[in-house]
């Protein structure tokens, strides 16, 4: 064999091979779309539960209520199914059914917003709620990894955008205290950013379903 043919075998590249999703893609596709349609049935029902609506027709306020507890507790249950695929979606269904437990349990006294033991919940909640919210942004990332790289690596961002928006209010509502101007200043702007943040989950999720669905 002369030197000319050894090189050309040296340069060759052998294909690459098709990577085969080590996920039940079927499964995540049906699921991540009934996860897409609860997250806007929650959008319509947190109108129903604003202070407009609570004070001018205070039972449909309370019937959206209880339909928000089935929401979260259904969410759970979809994250639950798809726990299969990726561990850290069984961590968010716990925090979801923590959640849905919390707010049916405070239900009969959760207009008394001055009730201590109404407060510390709305607080552990909002803890939970963060948590829940870690466990499925990674596992929407673990379960993208070999069918779209892209997004999820989107999915790790937003999770890191959602953290700093978390704890900017958090920030924001002790500057409140010392500086007024700046703690609203910083509240404003990271209310925004978790605006921003709920909108993209809408958007990302809704990729995903597709995603799957094309896979």
Known sequence: MDEKNIVEEQNII????????????????????????LIIASLLISF?????????????????????????????????????????????AI??????AFSLALFPISADVENPLVVIAALLAVV??????????????DVLVDVDRELSGKWFKLWKWYLITFLGIFAGTI????IPLLGMLVMLVCTIGTLI???????????????LKKA
């Open 14 to 37: 052998p294909e690459e091979k098709p990577v085969t999703p080590s996920v039940d893609i079927a499964l995540l596709a049906r699921w991540v779309r009934v996860l897409f349609w």
């Open 48 to 92: 129903l539960t604003g202070e407009t609506i609570s004070e001018t027709m205070p039972v449909v306020a309370a019937a959206a209520q209880i339909a928000n507890i089935l929401v979260v507790a259904f969410y759970g249950f979809v994250l639950l199914k798809m726990s299969a695929e990726a561990i850290r979606y069984r961590g968010a």
């Open 95 to 100: 925090c979801h059914f923590i959640s849905a």
């Open 128 to 141: 939970i709620d963060m948590i829940g919210e870690y466990y499925e942004y990674m596992g929407h990332t």
């Open 175 to 178: 500057l409140t205290v010392l």
């Open 197 to 211: 943040v709920s909108i993209l989950k809408v958007v990302y999720i809704y990729k995903m379903a597709n995603v």
